[in-house]
């Protein structure tokens, strides 16, 4: 992993819109108590994107430890579970990006994430931290819950890097 001073900056400026989307999150109302949209995820698909997996992989964690040190979750359950999800996610999309990028648009790679995610975060919950199997039977809502804030982000994340690309001499 190389670090230039172009690199530094961008992931400096993408982790902090990452914490800043993270932590704004936590202002919408969500449709289940547990339940997060995701949407800082778009900054580490944006990530992956410029900058590739290592980097992505730094502003997932840095979002996931910065965000929960600011809204007042670090090292709780709930941070355990996101930070889990957040790694094992990009992890995967970083995968599906170096295997098969002709299949997978932006798009493709959010909606793995997201369902990487969810999975993650209910394996985790049932083994580890509530210790009960009876937890996996949530997992058709948070399947179909993962196909549409992965649509979401993924949209969102595509048109971000459609604008970008049309600016290539800022990068």
């Given at each position: 992993?190389?670090?230039?001073?172009?690199?530094?900056?961008?992931?400096?400026?993408?982790?902090?819109?990452?914490?800043?989307?993270?932590?704004?999150?936590?202002?919408?109302?969500?449709?289940?108590?547990?339940?997060?949209?995701?949407?800082?995820?778009?900054?580490?698909?944006?990530?992956?994107?410029?900058?590739?997996?290592?980097?992505?992989?730094?502003?997932?964690?840095?979002?996931?430890?910065?965000?929960?040190?600011?809204?007042?979750?670090?090292?709780?359950?709930?941070?355990?579970?996101?930070?889990?999800?957040?790694?094992?996610?990009?992890?995967?999309?970083?995968?599906?990006?170096?295997?098969?990028?002709?299949?997978?648009?932006?798009?493709?790679?959010?909606?793995?994430?997201?369902?990487?995610?969810?999975?993650?975060?209910?394996?985790?919950?049932?083994?580890?931290?509530?210790?009960?199997?009876?937890?996996?039977n949530l997992f058709p809502?948070f399947l179909l819950l993962?196909?549409?804030?992965?649509?979401?982000?993924?949209?969102?994340?595509?048109?971000?890097?459609?604008?970008?690309?049309?600016?290539?001499?800022?990068?």
């Amino acid at each position: 992993m190389q670090l230039r001073s172009r690199n530094i900056a961008l992931i400096s400026i993408l982790a902090s819109l990452a914490v800043v989307i993270y932590v704004m999150e936590t202002f919408i109302p969500r449709p289940l108590p547990w339940m997060r949209f995701g949407f800082g995820n778009i900054i580490v698909i944006i990530a992956l994107y410029l900058l590739g997996f290592k980097f992505a992989l730094l502003v997932a964690l840095i979002k996931s430890c910065v965000g929960a040190l600011i809204i007042g979750n670090l090292f709780t359950p709930a941070f355990l579970l996101s930070l889990s999800g957040g790694l094992l996610s990009v992890s995967i999309m970083g995968l599906m990006l170096s295997i098969a990028s002709a299949l997978f648009s932006p798009l493709g790679i959010s909606l793995w994430g997201a369902l990487t995610h969810n999975t993650a975060q209910l394996l985790i919950a049932s083994f580890f931290l509530i210790r009960s199997r009876a937890v996996l039977n949530l997992f058709p809502i948070f399947l179909l819950l993962s196909v549409a804030t992965g649509i979401v982000t993924g949209a969102i994340s595509l048109a971000v890097l459609k604008h970008l690309s049309l600016k290539k001499d800022l990068f």
